[in-house]
């Protein structure tokens, strides 16, 4: 048992570096390089007259980069979350729950200190969830539910959608099902055609300790 949470921990320390300089990669090359070019763009448009074309299609070139910086940044949070690091969990669900479409319900019971792989893999499994209920689920209302049970954070994602979910069918719940195996966790679904579907997952908490 031991081996196995020293393996966790290492895997999850490792993606953690990663998802790190991936996000200062982003930040300090490509990012940086588009900010220079909006800059430079803007300059060109002080030399041409308003109203002419090639004003206008200037313009319609800096809407594109506004919007492809706009992308870029929303990557980059998604690779490591700052309201995470910065607020915590509960703060960075409530966050998600906020943003989504749907309205959502957040109970958040957790009296204890949570490691901090078993919060990224928290926060990206409620991220994901939000997400399938979002394209897929045609819901007028999720929950999310996040607990602590028998050494265990618990994680439940429900929503009154079309249901019909399924592990084999998406490889998105394939991925969180083996992000969760890495640190020892599960992840269940429930999902009858017609009568919602549900999530609901489990993170040793030991992990990280």
């Known amino acids: 048992m031991a081996s196995s949470t020293s393996l966790a921990l290492e895997a999850a320390r490792l993606h953690g570096e990663e998802r790190r300089r991936l996000e200062r990669d982003l930040h300090d ?16 448009a002080l030399r041409l007259a308003p109203g002419s074309d090639e004003a206008e299609l200037l313009e319609a070139a800096q809407s594109e980069l506004r919007a492809s910086l706009a992308e870029l940044r929303d990557l980059a949070h998604g690779l490591h979350p700052s309201v995470l690091t910065d607020y915590g969990l509960e703060a960075a669900l409530h966050a998600l729950c906020t943003r989504a479409p749907a309205p959502v319900r957040l109970v958040f019971d957790v009296a204890r200190a949570v490691p901090a792989p078993v919060e990224v893999a928290a926060y990206y499994l409620v991220c994901e969830a939000l997400t399938n209920v979002a ?34 069918a998406g490889s998105g719940l394939r991925g969180l099902g083996e992000r969760l195996a890495v640190l020892g966790g599960t992840l269940a679904i429930e999902s009858p055609a017609g009568e919602g579907t549900a999530l609901r997952a489990r993170i040793p908490l030991c992990v990280g300790l």
Do not use: F, T
Request: hydrophobic share 50%; with cysteine; net charge negative.
């Open 29 to 44: 090359g490509a990012q940086q390089r588009l900010v220079s070019l909006s800059v430079q763009l803007s300059r060109l």
């Open 135 to 168: 394209k897929y689920a045609h819901a007028a209302c999720a929950s999310v539910l996040v607990e602590v049970a028998d050494g265990a954070l618990v994680i439940s994602v429900a929503d009154d959608g079309v249901g019909g979910a399924s592990m084999a």
